[in-house]
């Protein structure tokens, strides 16, 4: 926010006086750390991406005789696959000095351990079974419920020397429609709702490090899963309507 309200760019510099000497410094910015959030670029001047500490060179912190009350920050950046707790372990043995450390790997650790944390996580979890049952059991009955008002028609074509098999041709078209649309309906909220809440919590973080949408195969997989549920959920009271409806044709046949 203070880079945003100064117009400072890459490569700009910042005049900076220490407390104790009347010396100007000049400090090339070479980076811009911390959250952006979406709010900020509406309200202006306004911040709500927390405060971040800024990144000095050692040497202005000598000359200005304030290295000694300074508080040191070493941003780390780790690979792919790096596990952040036994860098954080490694780091204490090493500098024993050092105050503090932060990992997102120990983040999870500790909101796993938490009563209130594993709690609320199991929540979101049964809540999401939850909605995967209703989803299934609400297609289906509604699937049912309009094929049980198109009977009169289904009947009229087998009537008229349409097979089954033709018959379901035509009422998985109808049908799959429907599904179609409510799929990418639900999805989209779904996601919606998803970025909403991480944005809100990342509103109320004052560190770098901020949740994010990881699709992992599991979940992929899973979201799969529900999805073709909901495809056999549209099919069963379909078979189960042209199945019924043969067996009136054959009876008016008779």
Not at 220 to 244: A, E, K
Request: hydrophobic share 45%; net charge negative; with cysteine.
């Amino acid at each position: 926010s203070v880079a945003r309200q100064l117009e400072l760019r890459l490569g700009n510099f910042v005049a900076v006086r220490g407390p104790s000497s009347g010396t100007v410094y000049q400090l090339e910015v070479v980076g811009f750390i911390g959250f952006t959030s979406p709010f900020e670029g509406l309200l202006g001047q306004f911040a709500f991406g927390g405060d971040y500490p800024s990144y000095i060179p050692t040497d202005f912190l000598v000359n200005s005789s304030i290295v000694d009350f300074a508080d040191g920050h070493v941003l780390l950046t780790t690979g792919q696959g790096i596990n952040g707790t036994a860098i954080e372990k490694e780091i204490t043995s090493v500098l024993p000095q050092v105050d503090e450390t932060d990992s997102i790997t120990s983040r999870i650790a500790d909101y796993d351990e938490t009563s209130y944390q594993a709690a609320q996580s199991r929540a979101k979890i049964l809540g999401i079974y939850f909605a995967a049952a209703l989803a299934i059991l609400g297609t289906g009955l509604v699937v049912g419920l309009t094929l049980k008002e198109k009977e009169y028609e289904t009947t009229l074509l087998g009537v008229r020397g349409f097979t089954r098999g033709q018959v379901i041709k035509v009422l998985v078209g109808e049908v799959m429609v429907m599904v179609l649309f409510a799929l990418i309906l639900g999805s989209l909220t779904g996601f919606i709702q998803l970025f909403g809440d991480i944005s809100n919590t990342s509103e109320s973080l004052q560190t770098l490090v901020r949740p994010q949408i990881v699709l992992t195969l599991p979940s992929i997989l899973g979201m799969l899963g529900i999805v073709m549920c909901i495809v056999v959920s549209s099919l069963v009271p379909l078979l189960l309507t042209t199945r019924f409806t043969e067996e009136k044709v054959d009876i008016l046949r008779e």
